[in-house]
C-alpha cells in the first residue's frame, strides 16, 4: 500500500492559465474522489469516478472544471481560465469500494495558488 | 439534505486531559457518520464510523465517539490527550446516494505541555 499520491504538491499560476493535477490512487481501488478544501473549510465534494466512469459531479464543478480516469487508474484534475477563487487545496482520495463499505484513503493535496 | 456541524473551530486541551469534540448532524433518519483526522503534512485518516447498533464506537487512536439520536449528535472523545493528537478534525456524513462524504468545516485540536 504506497497510498494515494498528488502531484504537484504545489502549483502557482497567473489567472487565466490552465493547470492540470494528477492523482495516483493505491492500485486496487476502483472508487476515486476529488475534494477542494479553502481555509477554514471543511474538504468539499467535487466529482466521483468508478473505474473510468464519472458517476457523480458537484455543482461546484464549473465548466471550466474537467476530470478524467482515462483507464480507470490515475486521474486528472484541469482547471481552465483560473480565477483567484479557485486558490485551494485540491484533495484526491480512493477507495476499494464505496464511501459505506470501505475507508476513503487520501493524498496530500494539490495546494493551488492563483495570483 | 445531509449536513454536519462542528460547533468549535479550535480547542486547546492540556497533554493528559480528556477531550470531547462535538458534531451535530442533520438529518431524519439515521445517519452514516464519521470522524477524520488531518494531521499537518499528512492526508486526512478514518478515524471511526457509525452506521448502527452500538452507539458507542471505538476507533483507531484510542479515540472513541457515541451516537446520541436525542441531541443529533456525534461527539468524539479521547481520554488523555497526547501531544501527538494536535490536528483539524473533520466530521463527515454520507450524501443521500451514499457515493460521497459531506464534511464539517473541522476543529483544530492545540495540545499544551
Known amino acids: 500500500d504506497t497510498g494515494v499520491s498528488q502531484d504537484p504538491r504545489h502549483k502557482i499560476t497567473k489567472r487565466g492559465q490552465n493547470v492540470t493535477f494528477r492523482c495516483d490512487p493505491i492500485?486496487?481501488?476502483?472508487?476515486l474522489y476529488w475534494y477542494r478544501q479553502t481555509l477554514g473549510q471543511g474538504p468539499e465534494f467535487l466529482t466521483y469516478?468508478?473505474?473510468?466512469?464519472?458517476?457523480?459531479k458537484s455543482r461546484l464543478l464549473s465548466d471550466r472544471f474537467s476530470a478524467e480516469r482515462p483507464k480507470g487508474s490515475f486521474s486528472t484534475l484541469e482547471i481552465q481560465r483560473t480565477e483567484q477563487g479557485d486558490s485551494a487545496m485540491y484533495l484526491c482520495?480512493?477507495?476499494?469500494?464505496?464511501?459505506?463499505?470501505?475507508?476513503?484513503?487520501f493524498g496530500n493535496g494539490t495546494r493551488l495558488t492563483v495570483t | 439534505a445531509q449536513s454536519v456541524t462542528q460547533p468549535d473551530i479550535h480547542i486547546t486541551v492540556s497533554e493528559g486531559a480528556s477531550l470531547e469534540l462535538r458534531c451535530n448532524y442533520s438529518?431524519?433518519?439515521?445517519?452514516?457518520l464519521f470522524w477524520y483526522v488531518q494531521s499537518p503534512g499528512q492526508g486526512l485518516q478514518l478515524l471511526l464510523k457509525?452506521?448502527?447498533?452500538?452507539?458507542l464506537v471505538q476507533g483507531i487512536k484510542g479515540f472513541e465517539a457515541e451516537f446520541k439520536r436525542s441531541q443529533s449528535s456525534f461527539n468524539l472523545r479521547k481520554p488523555s490527550v497526547h501531544w501527538s493528537d494536535a490536528a483539524e478534525y473533520f466530521c463527515?456524513?454520507?450524501?443521500?446516494?451514499?457515493?460521497?462524504?459531506?464534511f464539517g468545516k473541522g476543529t483544530t485540536l492545540s495540545v499544551s505541555s
Open positions: 482520495a480512493s477507495s476499494l469500494e464505496g464511501v459505506l463499505n470501505s475507508p476513503l484513503h
Open positions: 463527515a456524513t454520507a450524501n443521500q446516494a451514499g457515493t460521497a462524504l459531506i
Open positions: 492500485s486496487e481501488h476502483n472508487r
Open positions: 457509525y452506521f448502527s447498533g452500538d452507539t
Open positions: 469516478f468508478q473505474n473510468e466512469a464519472q458517476l457523480e
Open positions: 438529518y431524519g433518519a439515521t445517519p452514516y
